[in-house]
């Protein structure tokens, strides 16, 4: 697992990259909302993932979920955790010293059920 920053002026490219490929419309993410006023909140629960998008224009890094979208204004700074398979954590601060914590997995693949 690698940890980097991306920076502002590539924060644009990076999230269309990463929702053009498809990877991120496979996933289910969890998003928790941390700050000093707020505490830790839970934002959304393993909800499939629709795609990120930033518009410099607003400012705004928009997370679309499905039946959801979480909207990040003035990011600060962004992290993200990597691995071989692809994108496994995003860590948003904004402005208002709120951290927001994009957790992304597979969806759970059941079996269908069995009639007897």
Known sequence: ??????????WKAFFDGV???GGLSRKCAEIDVISLNLGDQ?????????????????????VGLEGLNHLIHRPT???????AAGLLSISVNDQDAMQHIIRLRDPLLLSPPTHT
């Open 42 to 62: 839970i934002a959304a629960e393993w909800v499939p993932m629709l795609g990120i998008v930033y518009d410099p224009r607003s400012d705004t890094l928009e």
């Open 19 to 21: 929702s053009k490929d």
């Open 1 to 10: 697992m690698t940890t980097r920053k991306i920076e502002k002026n590539e």
């Open 77 to 83: 700074t962004i992290h993200v955790d990597e691995s």
